[in-house]
């Protein structure tokens, strides 16, 4: 028997969809299989999360009936002379900042120096004429910092000066100085 260009065609057509559908079922079954296992593991998982919030809510509640008070009202406060510290510091290293940036090629005793003046500045303004941390002892505080940070290589002052150039103000004085 002979079959014609059309029965053939559609025979072929037959053929190619049921691999097709084949296929895209094998898929489906496969996706059933990982949803019901995700099921039983999340499910596991949610009942193991129960017992814990249980576990730890009673050991808050024993914690919370002991009587032992809390911490006080001063715990983690910064000391009166810290508070003083940034009194001087933080007007003194914005400005400072500002001025590296119309400076871009100052030397460390040229910054350090502008640094103090800036800080004995913010100090004045506030009654006090002595400085509680020298300029360059900040500097290369900050320097060492960034070194170990890995954010500036080689440890230079013209590495440093670089790269707070690069990362801009908001982030120098955010985290780096």
């Not at 940070?149 to 908001?170: C, H, M, Q, S």
Request: charged share 25%; hydrophobic share 45%; aromatic share 8%.
């Amino acid at each position: 028997m002979s079959l014609t260009s059309d029965e053939v065609y559609l025979r072929n057509a037959v053929e190619s969809r049921k691999r097709d559908v084949s296929c895209m079922l094998a898929r489906v079954r496969g996706e059933l299989d990982a949803a019901g296992a995700s099921a039983r593991h999340f499910a596991a998982v949610g009942q193991g999360l129960h017992v814990r919030r249980a576990e730890l809510e009673g050991e808050l509640q024993a914690l919370s009936a002991s009587g032992v008070a809390g911490l006080t009202d001063d715990w983690g406060k910064y000391s009166a002379l810290e508070l003083a510290a940034q009194e001087e510091r933080y007007p003194a290293k914005s400005l400072a900042y500002d001025w590296l940036v119309a400076h871009p090629t100052a030397t460390f005793l040229e910054t350090a120096g502008e640094l103090e003046r800036l800080q004995h500045e913010a100090r004045t303004a506030v009654g006090r004429p002595w400085l509680l941390w020298r300029a360059d002892g900040l500097l290369r505080e900050w320097q060492a910092n960034a070194v170990a940070r890995g954010l500036v290589a080689p440890n230079t002052w013209e590495a440093f000066r670089d790269y707070l150039l690069v990362i801009g103000k908001d982030a120098a004085l955010g985290g780096m100085l």
